[in-house]
């Protein structure tokens, strides 16, 4: 089943006012900026938008998604805004709304995960800060869409796939599992001497599921494919899709392994030309109007996983990794070691402030929102200013609770 993962940072205006990079780009006066907004918001609707048409279509589709936090607060407040109307003929209207519709009408055609409210990159994030984020977006999420949606979510995405270094990772798996989660989607290039596997090897890893034993217990791991793989974001269409989960039936059988081969793409729903106006109308629809069949089907992961549960063990490597292979994109460079630097220290004053008195909900947001992985990941002199100025807001909220 294809994996989506959708995101959007908070981002200062001329007038010194925080909101979403969404809401930012469909309320400018760059029509170029407008225009792309809208085709961004078309493609946070279409996972919903496809399964309902789909379902009704009598076609049963499967899609994997997850949200950040803060672009699913800006989803809820642009949703009145008018140029959310049109986008090549086609009206947008209320997301939130929609996806409430489907939660409802065909939980089972949507695996929701869970992921951080801010999209911090975890291997970098101080610890003392990791409920926060998975607590917010849990909230968030129960606020939006119900309890009974919420109970349904026992899968989780880490930012960037971002895996923490086998100390941090103990503690990690700790507090998901406390949480009620019961699976990670991770990279294949977390594994132990992946560089090192042949390409029927990762092919075996990442068509089954795996048990993960760390000191802070064990916890069930999928594995996304490489690139390599199947390309979604670079556009595999819905033959070449099928053609590849044949060829990996093929290596899962002959290894020896008798349950039906686990497939899940990933890849960023938003992020370029193919995932915003080709992948639906070119992948996702034709797959499950045309393709699927008793070869090639499709389940979500905790269905999958309810009937084919992990039978054989996986070693990561202690390093960690993510979906880029390592962690140079958020701790190397002068720039992107000060912003650390500078989150650590707020976090700790934070948290020093906090003790003996009641915490400010308002305060410990900012401070989450400072650590959102794009104010490093782009090495650009826009997200890191945009970072510095989050900061300094943080410090702002700080003061006004003393």
Request: aromatic residues 12%; negative net charge; contains cysteine.
């Given at each position: 089943?294809?994996?989506?993962?959708m995101?959007?940072?908070?981002?200062?205006?001329?007038?010194?006012?925080i909101?979403?990079?969404?809401?930012k780009?469909?309320?400018?006066?760059?029509?170029?900026?407008?225009?792309d907004g809208?085709?961004?918001?078309?493609?946070?609707?279409?996972?919903?938008?496809?399964v309902?048409?789909?379902?009704?279509?009598?076609?049963?589709?499967?899609?994997?998604?997850d949200?950040?936090g803060?672009?699913?607060e800006?989803?809820?407040?642009?949703?009145?805004?008018?140029?959310?109307?049109?986008?090549d003929?086609?009206?947008?209207?209320?997301i939130?709304?929609l996806?409430?519709?489907v939660?409802h009408e065909?939980?089972?055609?949507?695996?929701?995960?869970?992921?951080?409210?801010?999209?911090?990159?975890?291997?970098?994030?101080?610890?003392?800060?990791?409920?926060?984020?998975?607590?917010?977006?849990?909230?968030?999420?129960c606020?939006l869409?119900?309890?009974e949606?919420?109970?349904?979510?026992?899968g989780?995405w880490?930012?960037?796939?971002?895996?923490?270094?086998a100390?941090?990772?103990?503690?990690?798996?700790?507090?998901l599992?406390n949480?009620?989660?019961?699976?990670?989607?991770?990279?294949?290039?977390?594994?132990?001497?992946?560089?090192?596997?042949?390409?029927e090897?990762?092919v075996?890893?990442?068509?089954?599921?795996?048990?993960?034993?760390?000191?802070?217990?064990?916890?069930t791991?999928?594995?996304?494919?490489?690139?390599?793989?199947?390309?979604q974001?670079?556009?595999?269409?819905?033959?070449?899709?099928?053609?590849?989960?044949?060829?990996?039936?093929?290596i899962?059988?002959?290894?020896?392994?008798?349950?039906?081969?686990?497939?899940?793409?990933?890849?960023?729903?938003e992020?370029?030309?193919?995932?915003?106006?080709?992948?639906f109308?070119?992948?996702?629809?034709p797959?499950?109007?045309?393709?699927?069949?008793?070869?090639?089907?499709?389940?979500?992961?905790?269905?999958?996983?309810?009937?084919?549960?992990?039978?054989?063990?996986?070693?990561?490597?202690?390093?960690g990794?993510?979906?880029?292979?390592?962690?140079s994109?958020?701790?190397?460079?002068?720039?992107?070691?000060?912003?650390?630097?500078?989150?650590?220290?707020?976090?700790?004053?934070?948290?020093?402030?906090?003790?003996?008195?009641?915490?400010?909900e308002?305060?410990?947001?900012?401070?989450?929102?400072?650590?959102?992985?794009?104010?490093v990941?782009?090495n650009?002199?826009?997200?890191?200013?945009?970072?510095?100025?989050?900061?300094?807001?943080?410090?702002?909220?700080?003061?006004?609770?003393?």
């Amino acid at each position: 089943m294809p994996w989506l993962h959708m995101h959007q940072p908070m981002v200062f205006t001329g007038d010194n006012e925080i909101v979403g990079n969404l809401e930012k780009m469909l309320s400018s006066d760059d029509s170029r900026d407008q225009w792309d907004g809208r085709l961004m918001a078309r493609a946070y609707k279409n996972p919903a938008f496809w399964v309902r048409n789909l379902e009704e279509e009598g076609k049963h589709p499967r899609v994997a998604v997850d949200y950040s936090g803060l672009l699913l607060e800006n989803l809820k407040k642009t949703s009145g805004l008018h140029c959310l109307e049109d986008v090549d003929g086609d009206v947008i209207g209320g997301i939130i709304g929609l996806w409430r519709q489907v939660l409802h009408e065909f939980p089972d055609s949507v695996e929701f995960s869970g992921t951080a409210y801010a999209h911090c990159y975890f291997p970098v994030t101080p610890e003392e800060d990791w409920e926060s984020q998975v607590d917010f977006w849990r909230k968030l999420f129960c606020s939006l869409f119900g309890p009974e949606s919420t109970e349904r979510v026992k899968g989780f995405w880490l930012p960037e796939m971002g895996v923490p270094p086998a100390e941090k990772l103990s503690r990690l798996v700790r507090l998901l599992k406390n949480k009620g989660y019961e699976w990670l989607i991770l990279p294949i290039e977390a594994v132990k001497a992946e560089k090192t596997l042949t390409h029927e090897k990762h092919v075996e890893i990442f068509c089954q599921p795996h048990i993960l034993r760390t000191d802070g217990g064990e916890i069930t791991v999928i594995f996304r494919p490489k690139y390599n793989f199947i390309d979604q974001q670079g556009g595999c269409d819905a033959n070449g899709i099928y053609n590849k989960c044949v060829e990996a039936t093929r290596i899962s059988e002959k290894s020896g392994r008798k349950c039906p081969a686990l497939i899940v793409p990933a890849s960023d729903g938003e992020n370029g030309n193919v995932m915003m106006n080709h992948f639906f109308s070119d992948t996702f629809i034709p797959f499950f109007r045309e393709k699927a069949d008793e070869k090639v089907s499709s389940m979500t992961i905790t269905q999958y996983l309810k009937e084919y549960p992990p039978d054989s063990e996986i070693e990561l490597q202690t390093v960690g990794g993510s979906w880029l292979g390592d962690h140079s994109r958020w701790r190397e460079g002068d720039r992107r070691l000060e912003m650390k630097r500078k989150i650590d220290e707020l976090s700790r004053r934070f948290h020093d402030r906090q003790k003996g008195a009641s915490r400010s909900e308002k305060a410990l947001r900012t401070l989450l929102m400072t650590e959102t992985s794009c104010y490093v990941y782009w090495n650009s002199d826009f997200w890191f200013d945009q970072g510095e100025k989050m900061i300094e807001f943080a410090y702002q909220q700080m003061e006004q609770i003393c």
